[in-house]
């Protein structure tokens, strides 16, 4: 069985809301919430240096912005 989706990477820090992920993109980073559900079977590949430190002190440098619709 082959799953298609796009890929997603990021981690997602709500300890107080329930998450669920729906989809089969894969995930990569981490998910902290009071409860997570991957109803979509979704592959979620943590990424293990984010155990010591999730967060980066200093400015936030956003990676890339458009407005096309495309």
Request: charged share 5%.
């Amino acid at each position: 069985m082959s799953k298609v989706g796009s890929a997603s990477s990021a981690v997602v820090y709500s300890p107080n809301a329930p998450i669920t992920m729906s989809g089969t993109a894969a995930w990569y980073g981490a998910v902290i919430g009071s409860t997570v559900l991957d109803s979509g079977g979704a592959a979620i590949h943590y990424d293990s240096a984010l155990q010591n430190n999730f967060v980066t002190v200093g400015n936030f440098n956003p990676t890339g912005l458009t407005w096309s619709k495309n």
